[in-house]
């Protein structure tokens, strides 16, 4: 399946939504957002009819994902099939108490998208894709640190994932119970769970009183993201 | 391969660590508790060759996960086909802001865990699975809720994965430079990240001024996993 260009990916076969249809999205918007928010994603692929699934970090450029982890051979041998991946970023905002075991659940934000993988060769696309999985985890960082070496290009492996297929979904908001559960003399609500930065932990190896970059002195003053 | 009684998991073609190895953990200890501080798993399987990725609820008993989600059909399709299920779960513990953009990188917990899931169908394990996962999510909710109707049973599916084979990922501490590096006049480190509660909110169908109950009170009291 072909991304279009519009507001939502087309709906088919394989990114469908199958179970929750209300918590169903397939708007580019809400997506991407929710790609932006994460900081790792699970990517899984079949090998020799198994399953393999890999915790990686990346970061998004448009519809493509970028794909970095210490996991070269592998992603060799899965470019080398030309094997489809599944990916996976899932947010959890809140464990959701309802009146009853079976309605209690997560408020969450998932994203799964599917496509096939392509091994980042350009050292120019390589690089940009590099800054660009820099600056999702730590913004700003790259431009306090020194160019790479080109041997440490050639030592990284960078995949792009253009997006073919997408869906999202969302849960949000207190539990719905069953009718006359709610007569239960019983709190029910969520439990909200944030993401936050600590205190920068500077390297042992620092000179006494360094202090954090700026780069870090803001990323520590943001939210963090689960 | 079977899991063999023992502190260590089998190491094998199917679980060995590739990358990054003295990150590897095989022991048991150090897998499951990776597995019970994590909220929710992405377990990946192949159906008609392609990869699929679904994030679950989930809990440990013992050398069983017990995978409960909103997924009944594709879980009804995985085991008729008798598929074998990867299981990941990935907590960020910090951000590694090194001297170089090739050293840095993010400290982990993460375990992966292969298996063929068997459908939970005896009412008693069930049960067990249910109030397990609940417990896992909730502690301390199960015993302020009333029993779930059968209905209710009959409408979850539950899924047992076996752990047949399991490995763990664990990344610490300071950035790791390159020696001409730690020259350099910039700050490094981690900027850990942290999982907490927020303030429970209560249902706005309550009545006013219905206060959170004492496993409620518990949970946001305590620390939150990712």
Chains 1, 2 share one sequence.
């Not at 991407?32 to 970090?57: K, S, W, Y």
């Not at 998932?110 to 800054?131: D, M, Q």
């Not at 440490?152 to 869906?167: C, F, Q, R």
Request: hydrophobic share 40%.
């Amino acid at each position: 399946m072909k991304t279009e260009n519009g507001a939502e990916y087309a709906v088919g076969d394989r990114n469908r939504v199958r179970q929750v249809r209300a918590a169903a999205r397939y708007d580019r918007a809400t997506v991407h957002a929710i790609l932006d928010a994460g900081l790792t994603a699970q990517v899984a692929f079949c090998e020799h009819g198994r399953p393999v699934i890999v915790p990686m970090i990346y970061a998004r450029d448009g519809e493509t994902l970028y794909l970095h982890g210490a996991r070269k051979a592998r992603i060799v041998r899965l470019l080398e099939a030309g094997t489809e991946a599944a990916l996976n970023v899932t947010l959890i905002d809140g464990l959701v108490a309802a009146r009853s075991a079976f309605n209690s659940s997560v408020n969450y934000r998932s994203v799964t998208v599917y496509g096939h993988p392509r091994l980042v060769e350009g050292e120019a696309e390589k690089l940009a894709a590099l800054r660009r999985v820099s600056e999702h985890l730590l913004p700003g960082r790259w431009d306090e640190l020194r160019p790479p070496h080109d041997r440490e290009l050639k030592m990284t492996g960078v995949v792009a994932l253009a997006i073919e297929s997408a869906s999202a979904k969302v849960t949000t908001g207190p539990p719905e119970d069953e009718d006359e559960d709610y007569a239960l003399p019983l709190w029910a609500g969520v439990v909200p769970v944030e993401h936050v930065f600590g205190a920068p932990e500077g390297d042992p190896a620092l000179p006494a009183g360094s202090a954090p970059s700026p780069a870090i002195e803001s990323l520590a003053r943001s939210r963090a993201r689960p």
